[in-house]
């Protein structure tokens, strides 16, 4: 599929990329795939450090608490029951390892279907390979101003670019995402997606 590629300031620069159909336009995009990537890439970013205190752990005396018949109430052995204020929590959270583990090929399968999706809904442009010359925050506005985006852009590079980083830093809805680096997430959660001409060349050789 062929698209066209934009220059930094907005123009067209009347040359065409080939996509890879088998990369970008699939006939049959996979939902679930793309659910169990978005599902693992969310459950591995969890910290798992929840913890809440059982009957066992609660710094409390261990007397009774009361005489065990003729108070008129339920039999009471220790304050550090859960049913008390300030007793132990019953079944609370522990600490635990959120990630599970997903095939390559549904993680590839994943990705190529997110791709197909963005670019049928035409949320995908493709500019030259650019840079900045110094990292300025301005700099970057006008050029997100230039290709008319809106918020959630997220720019796909070829390689790391220190004054394109440094320069995005301060813009919130702007993230800056290496070609190899690319995940299901990342795709969908932009608005628009402006990949590099050289970083699709690298898109292609990952996912093929």
């Known amino acids: 599929m062929e698209v066209s590629v934009y220059k930094i300031t907005g123009e067209d620069t009347g040359r065409k990329i080939n996509l890879d159909d088998a990369v970008f336009n699939l006939e049959q995009p996979n939902d679930h795939a793309i659910y169990l990537d978005v599902k693992q890439y969310l459950a591995n970013h969890r910290q798992g450090t929840h913890k809440s205190k059982e009957r066992g752990e609660v710094a409390y005396s261990t007397r009774k608490i009361k005489r065990q018949k003729g108070t008129g109430t339920a039999r009471a052995g220790s304050i550090k029951s859960p049913v008390f204020v300030g007793g132990g929590r019953a079944f609370g959270p522990r600490p635990r390892n959120y990630s599970f583990a997903l095939n390559k090929k549904v993680k590839r399968l994943a990705r190529k279907s997110a791709l197909t999706y963005q670019l049928k809904d035409e949320n995908i442009l493709i500019v030259e390979d650019f840079t900045l010359e110094q990292p300025k925050t301005k700099e970057m506005v006008n050029l997100i101003k ?41 795709i969908l959660n932009a608005k628009k997606l402006v990949v590099s001409e050289s970083s699709v060349t690298i898109i292609e050789d990952i996912l093929k």
Do not use: C, E, H, R
């Open 146 to 186: 230039n290709l008319k985006l809106d918020n959630k852009v997220t720019f796909v590079l070829p390689s790391s670019d220190k004054n394109v980083l440094l320069s995005a830093g301060n813009l919130k809805d702007v993230k800056i995402m290496l070609a190899q680096n690319i995940n299901t997430y990342n």
